[in-house]
């Protein structure tokens, strides 16, 4: 843990995570004590990869330091205790999102990779010419072009559900989509653009009735609310580690037993395979058999490491954080003269906000926000063209909050958008 004071000032120290303050919380982050540029750091970037508490570094050097080895191969100690490790991290995953088994969790190197995973396998196996892939316009490039590539090798169709100026799916059109008789419907449970959180369950169910399986890009979701794959229903669902505390290069995909017994192997190699003869190999049980090569082991402990931490705060104080600091941060942004906001109101985002400040250029803002101030914002298109296209921009600048942001952080956001107007002389 850090011991050193923050150096951002909360004065609003109160207890929001099961008993632990946020400044308590933020003294976990290492990161969160540096400057830059001479100025606090001020870490507003949450969307694209979260900061990692000191609990997940640990537990990762840990690993390299008292029993590196590979698993599932060795029948020495340390080879057994890095196996263990490896899956009691699986287990740890299915409890959190309520997997029936861990054996429905495989590990894959993010929620890109899970994504591709399902439509090489199942899509190949179970998409042809003229079926129905229903998408939407609010997805990430990671749920777009995996499916636009299926679409090119078998001549099946994509259809979108539009996006409501508001920032909202527009739900009359998916259902008369529904009726078209969908094999697939693919979609965002929370957009990393605009912060709407989809109402995915209602949406499944729906599918369902359809005749069409589901798979749910939990990116967003996973990380800053509860999530239970079995409430949902869903067939597939796909998240990553580095944006829930843990490390780079892990992510999940967890599917209904019975679809992945039934899909081939998406990679060939060690781990994967039961038995292999010259011409022929049988393949693993799950969840192995989609895991070729060796794993991510690190990761997968680090990764366990993040979801005890999660645990610990509990997932309804971190969705409770997130509303009171995007609420806060909507009232205070809607204060800057000449700001644009993107997406709906607090009760229907999570912790995103996209906006545009007059005419200025996203990455000269975001530029001036990290020299000026030492805030670090994203700028771009966030690997969502279609949608910034259904807006008619070329890019936003994106604030995005996570279980160690604090209002005052926001206060110097807005200061430095204030700066920014003050440099563009509007």
């Known amino acids: ?72 191969r060795g029948v020495y100690e340390v080879s057994e205790e890095a196996t263990a490790a490896m899956e009691k991290a699986r287990v740890k995953i299915a409890r959190f999102i309520n997997a029936r088994q861990s054996k429905q969790i495989i590990f894959t190197r993010n929620t890109t990779e899970s994504i591709n995973l399902v439509a090489h396998t199942w899509g190949s196996a179970n998409i042809g010419r003229g079926d129905l892939i229903i998408l939407t316009e609010m997805e990430h490039h990671s749920n777009l072009v995996p499916w636009q590539l299926l679409a090119q090798r078998t001549g099946a169709r994509l259809e979108f559900v539009p996006v409501s100026d508001d920032g909202l799916l527009r739900l ?27 109402p995915v369950q209602e949406m499944i169910a729906q ?34 580690a580095h944006k829930m505390l843990g490390p780079t290069s892990i992510g999940v995909l967890y599917g209904k037993k019975a679809l992945l017994e039934a899909m081939p192997p998406f990679m060939g190699g060690g781990d994967m395979i039961r038995t292999v003869h010259l011409r022929e190999f049988t393949a693993n ?52 003269p000449d700001i644009k906001i993107y997406g709906p109101s607090a009760d229907q985002r999570g912790g995103v906000i996209s906006f545009t400040l007059a005419d200025i250029h996203p990455h000269d803002l975001a530029s001036i926000l990290d020299q000026e101030v030492g805030v670090a914002i994203r700028a771009g298109h966030h690997c969502a063209q279609p949608l910034m296209e259904r807006y008619d921009l070329a890019a936003t600048a994106r604030a995005s909050f996570y279980i160690y942001t604090v209002r005052e952080e926001i206060d110097i956001l807005v200061q430095g958008l204030q700066k920014a107007q003050e440099i563009f002389r509007f």
């Open 172 to 198: 009359d059109i998916y259902a008369e989509l529904l009726k078209q008789q969908p094999r697939l419907v693919a979609c965002t449970q929370m957009s990393n653009v605009l912060g709407t959180i989809n």
């Open 285 to 336: 049980d799950l969840p192995w058999k989609f895991e070729a090569g060796t794993p991510a082991i690190a990761e997968a402990v680090g990764f366990g490491a993040a979801i005890d931490y999660l645990k610990a705060l509990d997932m309804e104080a971190v969705r409770q954080h997130e509303r009171e600091i995007t609420a806060y941060a909507l009232e205070k942004l809607q204060e800057v």
């Open 207 to 240: 599918a369902h009735a359809a005749g069409a399986l589901v798979l749910v890009d939990a990116a967003q979701s996973v990380p800053h609310l509860p999530v239970d794959v079995q409430a949902l229903d869903a067939d597939f669902l796909c998240f990553s």
């Open 1 to 72: 843990m850090v011991t050193s004071n923050n150096v951002i000032p909360v004065t609003a120290d109160v207890t929001s995570f099961s008993g632990r303050s946020i400044n308590e919380v933020r003294q976990d982050f290492p990161i969160l004590a540096r400057q830059v540029h001479g100025k606090p750091f001020v870490y507003l970037d949450s969307t694209a990869s979260s900061q990692k508490p000191q609990s997940v570094i640990d537990a990762m050097s840990d690993y390299y330091q008292n029993y590196n080895a590979n698993v599932h």
